[in-house]
């Protein structure tokens, strides 16, 4: 039987998972709006390997003319 604790935890991982989906997509929205595509833009994998997950956003790699794009429009 889980504690309160863990399914306080549970539900805590659950929340920031769902907020880095959410972020990826927004961010992945707003970057297509600019003509900008990360391919790798993604939640990373290993951020959610772990007990109580808190996901990082893994933006990737990208070509050089990308990359000028994107500091182009944070000009």
């Known amino acids: 039987m889980r504690s309160a604790r ?3 935890d549970a539900q805590h991982a659950t929340a920031c ?3 880095a989906e959410e972020t990826v997509k927004e961010l992945r929205e707003a970057l297509a709006a600019a003509g900008i595509k990360l391919p790798t833009l993604r939640i990373d ?3 959610l390997a772990r007990e109580a997950p808190c996901p ?3 933006l990737g790699r990208c ?3 990308t990359a000028a794009r994107l500091a182009a429009v944070l000009r």
């Open 63 to 65: 070509s050089v003319e």
């Open 6 to 8: 863990q399914a306080t």
């Open 17 to 19: 998972v769902e907020q």
């Open 45 to 47: 994998p290993a951020t």
């Open 56 to 58: 990082l956003v893994e």
